[in-house]
């Protein structure tokens, strides 16, 4: 029995270095609605199996766009500790997770072609978008992030990333504090779509040296 349950697939699955598959299922509404369309994503070497999918929608022309947090297969997250604290230095935390990306997927259902190009390599986490834009284009998406760039690090700060103008803004707390998962909500009377963003600032306790 012990041995069935240490064979979750997480621990018994392997991926494979090849290209994903993209399933297409038409909507309600459309002429081939619950029809499917698969399509290949071109393989660069990094793989698509566990993509965090932030928004997606559809634009004029019926390309398909989204946006997601891409996990890259590179040494780290390749090991694992199922006692707390499960990492308690920097180094503990980069051998158990991954480098992670951001990224922008547009897909020709026509041609069957998808294309990608990535927005931030930085260590980002937790992707969130005006809730009010969901499946609609959106402008803004903001995200925990680590406070080394692209270095692997825990999640401290806030980014924000307007994809319009390719402006960022980012934000991190002291050094002993950091930001759980961000989430979006409107401001009363502003029509800008800004909103504003809220988030659990966790502080830790700090150890005074006594001499």
Known sequence: MQYMLNKEPGKSAAL??????????ARPGNKDAGGMKTIEIPFDGMPEANLQIINSYESEDGTIIFDALRSADSGGGSKSSTQWPWASTLGDFQNMSSKKSLWRYEVNPKKGLVSKDCISQDQLYFGVINSNTSAQKHRYIYAAAGAMGEGVAPPQGITKFDLDTGARESWFPESYEFCGEPMYAERRGDDSKMGAI??????????????
């Open 16 to 25: 494979e270095s090849e290209s994903a598959l993209l399933h297409i299922v």
């Open 198 to 211: 809220f988030f659990r600032l966790c502080s830790m306790v700090r150890k005074k040296a006594v001499s």
